[in-house]
């Protein structure tokens, strides 16, 4: 029997160790990317609207305050274009070590910057500067590390591996939440807002190291050629003009749960204690052990994405959350601690199906050649009309409403955008991702169509 290598490497032909430093390494970056992203939209809905717009109305200042956090929204696609190309042209591992150390540093610098009351103006000005270069970072992050793991892995376990990466979310979200939570309960209110609220973003810096150190051990993607064979390649440009349909498509798959995420996770902060005046305390609980759920629900909703498709897992999650928003705010409506719990844990379950499949569904959209760029654009597009908008329309419809109704109805309507992209998808669970090259990924009525691997779907 020959057992020479094989002269170019396929996907999962890596050993198993290998491929475990691989998704280490993306599941460290992505950690790092929504832990960083977490605290400063925790620190958005309780601390900035007071240190940094303290002369605004309650309400003008939140809004303001979540407008900075939608700063970061903007910028991603600018960084995914960015980096994706760069990545697609010279390599995914270099351009993600980029990526790190530009979100680590901007947010360790916001754990440093004067407040209104030192320097007035120029401080929001800060904010958002720092704000900006943070979703250039985070813009160019998720798309590599999430084809790195696709790149790196066999079709039959693509889904449950990219599902292990997507775990880097709620562990953001766990790190982040418990970080204000244990400056809560160690400090006064007053320390809090004088000191307090810088340590969780000065701790980012520890995890840049770590990260940094994980994200050099591994190898570089087996499907990404040489450099010097990709000089003509030009990803950004075909993306922009043959695959423009693939990246509404992602961007429509992607912009529900984006919105779900953001009404269970950070509305609820915002909605708990301007409206209900629920302790501070107990919603920052009711996060954390929602995403501990998020965190244990996603690897089992990657491994049915494997075996059902990607599809049947992604509309299950849509259908569900749209369902339990109608009982997500009467459960908060009622500040019964174990209710308000209940609320957000039981919703993650939900987000979940729809999160943890997107490391493998996005990228096997896209040919190697503009794979980082293509899905990097449709991940990141996406967190502009999802992540960005969805905190401030429905602190605005609360606030002009009283009333939750108009919330769940907007999140509706966006999950079945959702359900009508992935629908309008083949399923690509079985597919290899050299085939992407040479097939079509949707149709007419998301059945498998043949195409030259340069056409336009």
Not at 165 to 192: C, E, H, K, R, W
Not at 375 to 388: E, P, T, Y
Request: overall charge positive.
């Amino acid at each position: 029997m020959d057992t020479s290598p094989p002269a170019s490497p396929s996907p999962g032909s890596r050993p198993v160790s290998s491929l475990r430093r691989v998704v280490g390494a993306s599941l460290a970056g992505t950690t790092l990317e929504w832990y960083d992203h977490f605290i400063y939209g925790s620190a958005a809905a309780l601390v900035f609207p007071r240190l940094f717009f303290p002369g605004s109305a309650p309400l003008t200042a939140t809004l303001l305050s979540l407008a900075t956090y939608s700063v970061a929204f903007v910028t991603r696609p600018l960084g995914a274009a960015i980096f994706g190309h760069l990545g697609d042209k010279y390599g995914r591992k270099s351009i993600l070590v980029v990526t790190l150390l530009l979100m680590g540093v901007a947010t360790t610098l916001v754990g440093v910057l004067p407040t209104y009351g030192q320097a007035g103006t120029l401080a929001p000005v800060l904010l958002v500067a720092l704000r900006f270069l943070q979703g250039i970072g985070l813009g160019g992050e998720w798309g590599g590390a999430a084809l790195m793991v696709g790149e790196h892995s066999s079709g039959r376990r693509r889904g449950f591996m990219g599902a292990l990466m997507q775990i880097g979310s709620p562990l953001g979200l766990l790190l982040a939440n418990g970080a204000f939570s244990l400056v809560t309960y160690l400090v006064s209110d007053d320390a809090f807002f004088a000191w307090g609220w810088r340590v969780p973003f000065l701790f980012s810096s520890l995890l840049v190291v770590t990260g940094l150190w994980i994200r050099t051990q591994v190898h570089e993607s087996p499907l990404f050629e040489k450099p010097e064979q990709n000089e003509k390649v030009a990803p950004l440009a075909e993306v922009c003009t043959r695959h423009w349909r693939k990246v509404a498509l992602a961007v429509g798959s992607r912009i529900g749960s984006d919105v779900t995420f953001y009404v269970f996770n950070v509305l609820v902060l915002v909605y708990g204690t301007t409206q209900l005046g629920i302790q501070r305390q107990l919603l920052l609980n009711a996060v954390l052990l929602a995403a501990a759920s998020q965190a244990v629900s996603i690897p089992v909703w990657g491994y049915l994405a494997d075996r059902l498709g990607r599809r049947p897992v992604l509309i299950t999650g849509a259908v569900g959350s749209a369902l339990w928003a109608f009982a997500f705010f009467p459960l908060l409506d009622s500040s019964t601690p174990v209710l308000v719990v209940l609320a957000p844990v039981i919703g993650n379950v939900f987000i979940a199906a729809m999160w943890g499949p997107l490391a493998a569904y996005v990228p096997e959209l896209f040919p190697t050649r503009v794979r980082y760029t293509g899905a990097g654009l449709g991940f990141q597009v996406a967190g502009v009309f999802g992540g960005a908008l969805a905190p401030i329309i429905s602190t605005y419809l609360i606030a002009v409403y009283h009333s939750w109704v108009p919330v769940a109805l907007y999140l509706g309507a966006m999950l079945a955008l959702l359900v009508a992209c992935v629908l309008a998808v083949r399923e690509t669970a079985n597919s290899d991702l050299r085939d992407i090259e040479t097939t079509e990924v949707t149709g007419p009525t998301g059945t498998a169509a043949t195409a030259d691997a340069g056409k336009a779907i």
